[in-house]
């Protein structure tokens, strides 16, 4: 497939899934932190020095989609990180929202202000709608680095994008190995209602062919549908053994609760970050015939393997808010959480001035930044390395690894392999695994 015809289909698939970051900085040095450990309390912040202002450019309440839990936390991480961890360096974040409202004028106004502003960053930008394109040709003329961006399809090739996964398109792609892994052969697709859908089946058919297995069939949802049960007759009706989701969280969960409603046998693959541990526990029985994938774990995972969740979650509940209390927790706001952490300890181990913080020692500090250290919730990350990921579409996808999640009926199960989004794109089933410290 060409390239022309890749980013075309990713710019439709991305949007689907979503409804689903002067002077030259140093190489980032260890930092005190070790692997995996908590994050130690440092104090609060020096309200007599410089602030870090910042914005993020997230999408709110709307019908299509809601992230209002992931721009809550990110304020809530912000006034955190300020009372415990010493903000950056001493420095307090003054950290803003702008919600985009999934409008692409209300979005691209969103990306002036910033522009027009102090902000030295945005931090944990999640749009994907009609406006995307606006609000990344404004943020890279304005020279913002965009710290934790949740990316759609132009920001996976952006400049300025400093992202730790793929976003909704590597969330999609990675519904496969889940069912192959674990010796599924015949996968049914229930997907959006576009062009483009019979081109991503086709991708999603040659990662099946690698593990002996194929795409039998595809369902459209078209708009307005009410009826979902017939996209499952329908999978169990061409012979399927599982299912992939590339929909909207509304469409995706219809299909699933009609799976159940119908008694359905049928495996399903999914995004985690639609489902908090509680969703999953209103599913009951049905949820062990799901699988997940993430670039983080679930919040409620190991907080033996990973310690720093303790901090997360206590951190993120500390406004009171329902949806960031621990057990409804998605891996949307602990993004938030970890975008604050990235640009707090790049800045902080950059060797630049932090009296003197700009976009430009931003932009130099995350390009020459190299082995992160994010307690091992994603390998050490380099944020300015780049991939070719289908040909350079995913050039800034600098951390390729997706966990591989299930259900047994209590807590999430995440399998020791993690999944490559670049290998298996390629045909590549067998893989190093990424070192974690």
Not at 19 to 32: E, H, Q
């Amino acid at each position: 497939m060409s390239r022309n015809k890749v980013t075309k289909l990713l710019v439709a698939l991305c949007a689907t899934s979503l409804l689903l970051a002067g002077t030259a900085g140093s190489a980032l040095a260890a930092t005190a932190t070790p692997s995996n450990g908590t994050i130690k309390t440092e104090g609060p912040c020096d309200k007599k020095l410089s602030t870090v202002p910042a914005t993020g450019i997230i999408v709110g309440a709307t019908p299509s989609l809601d992230l209002k839990d992931q721009a809550d936390a990110l304020l809530t991480a912000a006034k955190v990180f300020n009372k415990k961890y010493n903000g950056i360096g001493g420095h307090c974040f003054d950290v803003k929202w702008c919600d985009t409202k999934f409008d692409p004028n209300v979005g691209a106004d969103c990306a002036r202000k910033v522009a027009a502003s102090n902000d030295i960053a945005t931090l944990s930008d999640t749009d994907g709608g009609p406006g995307e394109a606006d609000i990344i040709s404004i943020t890279k003329d304005a020279g913002i680095p965009r710290v934790g961006v949740s990316p759609g399809t132009g920001e996976l090739g952006a400049s300025n994008s400093y992202i730790i996964g793929a976003g909704g398109a590597g969330t999609t792609f990675m519904m496969v190995p889940p069912l192959t892994k674990d010796g599924f052969k015949k996968i049914y697709m229930i997907g959006v209602d576009s062009p483009q859908i019979d081109a991503l089946k086709g991708i999603m058919g040659t990662m099946a062919k690698a593990y002996g297995a194929e795409i039998v069939g595809l369902s459209k949802v078209t708009a307005g549908t009410t009826d979902y049960q017939q996209f499952v007759l329908a999978a169990q009706d061409a012979g399927a053994d599982s299912v992939i989701l590339p929909l909207g969280d509304n469409e995706a969960n219809q299909v699933l609760q009609a799976a159940q409603q119908l008694g359905s046998k049928l495996e399903f693959s999914v995004s985690l970050g639609t489902f908090g541990r509680e969703d999953i526990k209103k599913l009951g029985s049905f949820a062990k015939q799901m699988h997940f994938n993430a670039e983080i774990p679930p919040a409620t995972a190991s907080t033996k393997t990973w310690p720093v969740l303790k901090n997360i979650t206590a951190d993120l509940a500390s406004d009171g808010s329902k949806e960031n209390q621990k057990e409804r927790l998605k891996t949307s706001p602990v993004r938030s959480w970890i975008a604050l952490w990235h640009l707090k300890t790049i800045m902080e181990n950059s060797g630049s001035d932090l009296n003197n913080m700009t976009r430009e020692s931003v932009t130099a500090a995350m390009n020459a930044a190299t082995d992160v250290d994010t307690f091992g919730l994603i390998p050490p990350w380099t944020p300015n390395k780049p991939s070719n990921i289908l040909g350079g579409v995913f050039s800034r996808v600098s951390n390729p690894w997706y966990y591989n999640v299930t259900w047994n009926g209590k807590d999430f199960v995440i399998a020791k392999d993690r999944m490559n989004v670049e290998n298996e794109l390629n045909g590549v089933t067998k893989y190093d695994q990424p070192t974690t410290s």
